[in-house]
């Protein structure tokens, strides 16, 4: 299974705080995504990095991805109340896995006032 | 427009029912999708349709029926479902150029329809 599994499951901080997750997969990928679900809600998508690229930045969330380890991060620098939601890594294969996005676990992130 | 709309927000269902899921985005997305997602779980992929054809079933039972009446529009058709099958239902659509890589990019989620099967 290419399922990402992310790390820590539950993170608790202050605003202002950065916050950090971590997201690991088992086999290449065309494509590692996040995206950020509020309670019970649709999913909002955060930042796509492709398997060639090694950093990206929006706003306040940087995503890096190391391909050698089957590894992404995703900070988000400067946090606020609002950030408050889980977050998933999603990962996309080649061929035939191409449109199926397979999602972690998630991280539940709380970010207090 | 950026929205995908998802209707009914809530439905309650009894195991002999009918009923249908309706989706719809109007962002000239060609590929469309049903994802099911249980409490406290990761949204899973049950269908894709790309140019409104399924290409993707993620070995759905036959109890869940999807259709793609047009581009703009996908319907998941309900019938005679179990209580297990009571979960959140998130439609999503992506640009998808034809002759390009399906899913290699923004997938734009609905908010869901929640299910509870009786």
Request: aromatic letters at 8%; hydrophobic letters at 30%.
């Amino acid at each position: 299974s290419q399922q990402g599994e992310e790390d820590p499951q539950a993170l608790s901080i202050q605003e202002g705080e950065n916050a950090t997750m971590n997201c690991s997969y088992k086999t290449s990928i065309n494509n590692l995504q996040w995206y950020r679900q509020n309670s019970g809600r649709g999913l909002v998508h955060l930042i796509l990095i492709r398997s060639n690229e090694r950093e990206k930045h929006s706003g306040r969330l940087r995503v890096t991805l190391d391909t050698s380890k089957k590894s992404s991060s995703l900070l988000i620098t400067a946090s606020r109340a609002a950030d408050t939601a889980s977050y998933f890594c999603a990962t996309e294969g080649y061929g035939g896995s191409q449109g199926n996005l397979i999602f972690g676990k998630g991280t539940k992130l709380s970010v207090k006032p | 427009d950026t929205e995908v709309t998802q209707t009914p927000k809530h439905l309650v269902m009894g195991m002999t029912n009918k009923k249908s899921l309706k989706c719809e985005q109007h962002m000239g997305h060609r590929a469309m999708y049903w994802y099911k997602q249980k409490a406290k779980k990761p949204p899973e992929l049950m269908f894709v349709y790309s140019y409104e054809k399924l290409s993707i079933n993620e070995s759905v039972p036959s109890r869940f029926s999807p259709e793609c009446p047009n581009s703009s529009l996908l319907n998941l058709h309900l019938h005679a479902l179990q209580p297990e099958d009571s979960a959140l239902y998130l439609c999503a659509s992506s640009q998808y150029q034809r002759g390009g890589a399906l899913g290699s990019d923004t997938q734009y989620f609905g908010p869901g329809t929640r299910l509870t099967v009786l």
